[in-house]
């Protein structure tokens, strides 16, 4: 959440960071103050507060989602070990001879 909607996190064609230039002063503290928040709950509150601000400003409209597909064979390993999927790097992926 932080590198989407933290306003000192605009940085020009730098992919994944605040890239619609959103800026809520509120929403800057909460997140800096949960970045440092030792208690686990409380900086679920802290996020819970930062989702419903974001949720009423709506400063990015996603108008796509992709669909990962994987395609595997029994002798195939080690090729999607990750949440990424298919975007991750397939170092450790082997095919059994």
């Known amino acids: 959440m932080q590198r989407i909607y933290?306003?000192?996190?605009?940085?020009?064609g730098v992919p994944f960071?605040?890239?619609?230039?959103?800026?809520n002063?509120?929403?800057?503290?909460?997140?800096?103050?949960?970045?440092?928040?030792?208690?686990?709950?409380?900086?679920v509150r802290?996020?819970?507060?930062?989702?419903g601000i974001v949720g009423r400003d709506v400063p990015v409209i996603?108008?796509?989602s992709p669909v990962f597909?994987?395609?595997?064979?029994?002798?195939?390993?080690g090729h999607s070990l990750t949440a990424n999927g298919v975007e991750a790097s397939l170092a450790d992926a082997y095919v059994d001879a």
């Open 6 to 12: 933290w306003s000192k996190n605009f940085i020009k």
């Open 17 to 23: 960071s605040n890239g619609s230039g959103y800026s």
């Open 25 to 43: 002063p509120e929403v800057d503290r909460l997140l800096e103050q949960a970045a440092i928040e030792n208690d686990a709950s409380r900086r």
């Open 46 to 51: 802290l996020f819970r507060e930062v989702q």
């Open 62 to 64: 996603n108008l796509a």
């Open 69 to 77: 597909l994987t395609i595997s064979n029994k002798r195939a390993h």
